[in-house]
């Protein structure tokens, strides 16, 4: 029985990080996303809406492997991006299928 | 085994923990400064875990939304089913106006839909963007629509027995004929125009094409559904004219392309449609009552029988119709320069 504070490695510190990365990545993704739904833009930013959830979605899972962090945060943040990488694709699916014109 | 302790087994357990005490004490203690460090830490912690999944759940607010309203109109066809009913309330409820469907622009908002679309009008040989609609509908409830109107001569958007163009041979006519045969007489003669005509009689629809001036198009033809003579419902609401269009429109989107159905048949399907949709077709229609159920009774009863059309042409040819016996009555509309070719 031992009482004391661990110094965390270097590589146990990043990967903690990543997870907060992950759910920093997701919150900035999905306030474009707002501001494409509100402002009602034409097209949809590509980048922040495919690429910027898959690299969310990679720093969640290297976020996943913390042992000694939470992996609150990279939960939060692998859901956020796959929520945006499914709503885009619904999107596209359903806005197919409404009026759909020749 | 006995149940009898050693007497030195209690001094030892006694020395043992004091022992214990004294090394925590000297070198397992955190020192206060560290005890702040570490709660400050989990407070910070704390503080930023519950901003982040705050701001995360306000931010998924209108993405969920909008995603649910998409879901909405998509399953089982909503939003093309009020696409349909809105475009063909136009093409039944308003004499010589069409739509090019595939323009038809939806614009979804949360729980909400705007169509908004182009309407035009045929005069002489060539088509005129009569106006354009902005239908917001909350879900499947729809507003009243947002019109512009760019004709010169529009129908009255408050439709009453006194502004009615088409008119029932039973029904008094309202406007000054001789004003209008000097209209049609006053205008040049390279000019075409479009004339709303009331007949003295009800005719069969393939009649009415024989009896037109040849150097003309007959555009729509309003049929009796035995409301018209007396132009009020049964609670004395005005009603307007309904028909269809008398030619075949060939393009792909518009129902009258005349591939699979006459425009009769397809004018008894859209008032079937209609009246399973009255709501929005009253709605969109200017008319605040259609009756509908009570009409299409009607034409089954008695057949399709036109009392009115409108007929578009150079107005030197519309002046002919003041000759005939057929025509009771003709409102002029919209007049264009030449392009009778």
């Not at chain 2, 066809?77 to 595939?102: F, H």
């Not at chain 2, 709303?196 to 049929?223: D, N």
């Amino acid at each position: 029985m031992e009482l004391e504070i661990k110094k965390k490695s270097t590589f146990s510190k990043l990967v903690g990080l990543a997870g907060i990365l992950s759910f920093v990545w997701g919150l900035f993704s999905l306030a474009i996303l707002n501001a494409a739904l509100l402002l009602k833009t034409e097209t949809f930013p590509h980048f922040f809406l495919i690429k910027n959830p898959m690299f969310g979605i990679i720093f969640g899972v290297i976020g996943l492997f913390t042992r000694r962090r939470p992996r609150l945060y990279a939960w939060w943040g692998m859901g956020i991006n796959i929520f945006i990488l499914l709503f885009t694709f619904l999107m596209f699916m359903l806005a197919w299928t409404i009026n759909a014109k020749p | 085994m006995s149940d009898k302790m050693n007497p030195n087994d209690d001094e030892l357990y006694q020395n043992f923990i004091k022992h214990t005490k004294q090394a925590y004490n000297t070198s397992h203690i955190l020192k206060e400064e560290d005890q702040r460090t570490i709660f400050n830490v989990g407070k910070n912690h704390a503080r930023l875990t519950n901003i982040f999944i705050s701001l995360a759940v306000l931010l998924l607010i209108i993405p969920v939304m909008t995603l649910i309203t998409y879901f909405y109109y998509a399953i089982g066809g909503r939003a093309d089913k009020l696409i349909e009913v809105a475009s063909n309330t136009i093409y039944v409820t308003e004499p010589n106006i069409n739509l090019e469907k595939i323009k038809i622009e939806d614009d979804i908002g949360l729980f909400s839909m705007h169509l908004l679309f182009d309407v035009n009008k045929r005069i002489g040989k060539e088509d005129y963007k009569a106006g354009d609609y902005d239908i917001f509908f909350a879900l499947d409830q729809p507003n009243f629509p947002k019109k512009t109107s760019l004709l010169e001569r529009p129908l009255p958007e408050i439709p009453s027995v006194e502004t009615e163009t088409l008119l029932h041979p039973e029904a008094k006519v309202p406007f000054d004929m001789w004003g209008e045969w000097d209209i049609l007489k006053g205008l040049p003669d390279g000019t075409v125009a479009e004339v709303y005509v009331s007949f003295s009689a009800l005719h069969k629809p393939e009649e009415i094409e024989q009896i037109m001036p040849k150097e003309t198009e007959l555009r729509w033809l309003a049929v009796d559904t035995g409301l018209e003579a007396k132009q009020v419902d049964k609670e004395g609401v005005p009603i307007t004219a309904i028909g269809y269009p008398a030619q075949v429109d060939s393009t792909i989107w518009s129902p009258f392309n005349g591939r699979e159905q006459t425009n009769e048949e397809v004018f008894m399907d859209i008032l079937t449609q209609l009246s399973k949709n009255e709501e929005v077709a009253t709605k969109v229609a200017r008319a605040k009552s259609l009756e509908l159920k009570e009409r299409i009774a009607y034409i089954k009863k008695n057949g399709i029988q036109v009392y009115g059309a409108v007929v578009t042409g150079p107005t030197s040819e519309l002046r002919k119709l003041e000759q005939m016996k057929e025509v009771r009555a003709v409102k002029v509309g919209e007049v264009k320069l030449w392009n009778w070719k």
